[in-house]
């Protein structure tokens, strides 16, 4: 199962939004996606993450008090988005 989002401070993941959030069935998650995915199904969760990848990475780079250096498409077979935080 690839991932949809990947969130890396550094070479340290820090956080990913999958199946286990897109596919949720309990209500609290904390993901990089800020919610929008969770429980809503691949489909729905892949047009989400292809349209606002990068206000779900600034969003969550403010939360922790990070900047986003940069998003991109890394696989874009599987359409997984890399994030890349930096400090401020
Ligand atoms: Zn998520």
């Known amino acids: 199962m690839a991932a949809l989002m990947v ?44 349209r606002m990848a990068r206000r779900y990475a600034e969003q969550y780079a403010q939360e922790q008090g990070w900047a986003v250096a940069d998003v991109q498409l890394e696989q874009p077979l599987h359409e997984t988005t890399r994030v890349a935080l930096r400090e401020f």
């Open 7 to 50: 969130v890396y401070m550094g070479a340290r993941l820090v956080s990913q939004c999958d199946a286990r959030c897109y596919n949720a069935q309990h209500p609290a998650c904390s993901c990089c996606c800020g919610g929008a995915n969770h429980g809503v199904g691949l489909e729905e969760a892949l047009l989400n993450t292809r």
